[in-house]
């Protein structure tokens, strides 16, 4: 089974191709440029280089969110357009799930981020054993200050993986510096083939039905729905 994966929820653009669960490519970016112009080259590209057509693609796997609403929604789209060109069932898989899944080889617990801005962040928590992970604590939207204190109740190390590690050292407490442990810094970028590997463990979707995984409304969204209270104290 060939298999195509798409992971654009960050700044980091991946796509990689599998055979089963042999790597046949993939091409991993972080340049700070539009998904939407980069994503569909980056595919063919990749085809073509593997020399894999199209109709030879059997599954479509797609890193669903949360993470950047722009990213997500240009690859769940992708993905499921061409999922449903091929007639081919397509996979969504967390975001923060594939990125956690860098730490499979160790034994423990392992938070996985992404800045969310004011000091948010979007975290999953994670439980590997021997190889097997399992969801500790759900995907959420989170203040990073309620992170900490919740990795600080497990009273156990974590390893901590994000692209944005740098971006909150400076907001964790001593007692959180001193249980987590910090990989060195190609850890903290999400590997398409591990994106594979997890959606090859879950149950096919039709590509009408796969949702984005958003945990937030976009900025858009929450200054109409500003707007329209606004209006509605108006009218009171």
């Given amino acids: 089974m060939r298999t195509l994966t798409i992971d654009t929820s960050t700044n980091i653009l991946g796509v990689a191709i599998l055979d089963e669960m042999e790597l046949i490519g993939q091409k991993v970016t972080r340049v700070n440029q539009d998904h939407s112009s980069r994503l569909m080259p980056a595919i063919v590209e990749l085809m073509k280089d593997v020399n894999v057509e199209p109709v030879e693609l059997e599954k479509i796997i797609v890193a669903k969110g949360p993470g950047s609403y722009t990213g997500i929604r240009i690859g769940v789209t992708v993905a499921k357009s ?15 799930e594939s990125l956690a899944y860098q730490a499979k080889i160790r034994n423990g617990l392992v938070c996985s981020f992404f800045d969310a801005r004011r000091e948010n962040v979007f975290a999953g928590v994670y439980r590997v054993t021997d190889g097997i992970m399992t969801t500790e604590k759900a995907d959420a939207n989170i203040r990073f200050a309620d992170l900490e204190k919740y990795l600080l109740s497990l009273n156990e190390e974590v390893v901590l993986l994000s692209p ?21 810094s190609p850890d903290h970028i999400t590997n398409p083939s591990n994106l594979a590997v997890l959606g090859m463990q879950k149950k096919n979707e039709d590509s009408h039905e796969l949702i984005p995984e958003y945990l937030r409304m976009a900025e858009a969204e929450v200054n109409w729905l500003k707007t329209k209270e606004k209006e509605s104290n108006n009218h009171d």
């Fill in 82 to 96: 061409l999922a449903w060109a091929l007639n081919i069932p397509v996979v969504g898989v967390s975001s923060l």
């Fill in 164 to 184: 944005d590690i740098k971006k909150f050292t400076d907001l964790m407490t001593k007692e959180l510096k001193d249980i987590i442990i910090i990989p060195k």
